[in-house]
T-cell receptor, first 114, second 108 residues
Framework: DVKVTQSSRYLVKRTGEKVFLECVQDMDHENMFWYRQDPGLGLRLIYFSYDVKMKEKGDIPEGYSVSREKKERFSLILESASTNQTSMYLC?????????????FGSGTRLTVV | GQSLEQPSEVTAVEGAIVQINCTYQTSGFYGLSWYQQHDGGAPTFLSYNGLDGLEETGRFSSFLSRSDSYGYLLLQELQMKDSASYFCAVPNTDKLIFGTGTRLQVFP
């Protein structure tokens, strides 16, 4: 069974901390994505990656960075966490090219910044 | 820019049929996808329409009209386990743009 695994289900961090969210997929997918999900706003794309060491900004990249050193791993970094980054973070991957554009999502990391 | 509109909430009873609509505005169009997400869970891919018409997968069907920039997800023979949020999404090159989601509540 294919999987996207996010390292933490729940995280509580303090304002100003550097936060790492890890995502690993076992499907040899080229494309990986980080979204955040907030009530009433749906899923918004933060960053995505076409391949190793490649990254592209999504719609809301401010305050975030990413790292993709290996194909299976895509990390989201909050350089200096703020309370407005409290959210559910979802990682996804997709084979490229994907005719049906079907993403496989991880179970999410609920981050609370206090 | 791109935007997708869905109703925020829909309610129905077990055994009924419900339709969740999605209208979109995109600069280019490559198809419409639907995802289901249960509370606390990950979104899961349901369907994709690249061409006009109806795609059926068991109790779920998805419809697309490109000329109307409109699609819908049809759920038949509703079950309690169908209570979830449903998102439409459109691809923009290699990324997906999601709607804000429709929360479906199924009552006994």
């Amino acid at each position: 069974d294919v999987k996207v695994t996010q390292s933490s289900r729940y995280l509580v961090k303090r304002t100003g901390e550097k936060v790492f969210l890890e995502c690993v997929q076992d499907m040899d997918h080229e494309n990986m994505f980080w979204y955040r999900q907030d009530p009433g706003l749906g899923l918004r794309l933060i960053y995505f990656s076409y391949d190793v060491k490649m990254k592209e900004k999504g719609d809301i990249p401010e305050g975030y960075s990413v790292s993709r050193e290996k194909k299976e791993r895509f990390s989201l970094i909050l350089e200096s966490a703020s309370t407005n980054q409290t959210s559910m973070y979802l990682c996804a991957s997709r084979i490229r090219p994907g005719l049906t554009y079907g993403y496989t999502f991880g179970s999410g990391t609920r981050l609370t910044v206090v | 820019g791109q935007s997708l509109e869905q109703p925020s909430e829909v309610t129905a009873v077990e055994g009924a049929i419900v339709q969740i609509n999605c209208t979109y505005q995109t600069s280019g169009f490559y198809g419409l996808s639907w995802y289901q997400q249960h509370d606390g869970g990950a979104p899961t891919f349901l369907s994709y329409n690249g061409l006009d018409g109806l795609e059926e997968t068991g109790r779920f069907s998805s419809f697309l009209s490109r000329s109307d920039s409109y699609g819908y997800l049809l759920l038949q023979e509703l079950q309690m386990k169908d209570s979830a949020s449903y998102f439409c999404a459109v691809p923009n090159t290699d990324k997906l743009i999601f709607g804000t989601g429709t929360r479906l509540q199924v009552f006994p």
